[in-house]
């Protein structure tokens, strides 16, 4: 099949250039994302510390931010759902009725492209998590 689409010119060497492009925006997106959960979660330190004091474990530390880090993750998934569904409405306004119908939007890669905001946010805050689970209570209390 792919041989077949090669001989015909059906996708043009474009888009592969495109798609490279794409990732690289998600690559930035990503190291954006981790530097703001990085400065979140140390603005957070003295709070986390306190609790790292009163006995939380660093497992509890570590599970709780991840799950902050997820909850952002699906509410930019959703968030990106709503906008291209809004983007999709508005350029299906300006088709032709023949082009209508391939304008829609799929259910399997729809949830994909949630799963793949959740997990590369998640992938983007293990590092904020894991220097969030290593806070020196000690260090965080003296400084309070």
Known sequence: MQQWLRYRNVVPSEVRILILVSFGFLL???MNAMGLMLAKIMGRAGDIGVR?????S??????QCLIETGVVGLAGGILG?????????????????????LAHLDWADTGLAVLL???A????????T???AHVQPAWQLKAQ
């Open 117 to 119: 905001a959740v997990g």
């Open 52 to 56: 790292r004091a009163l006995g939380a």
């Open 58 to 63: 660093r497992a509890a530390i570590f599970a």
């Open 121 to 128: 946010t998640l992938l983007a805050g293990l590092y904020p």
């Open 81 to 101: 759902l709503l906008l291209t569904a809004l983007g999709l409405w508005a350029a299906r306004s300006l088709l032709t009725k023949e082009f209508v119908a």
């Open 28 to 30: 930035v997106c990503l």
């Open 130 to 132: 894991w220097r969030a």
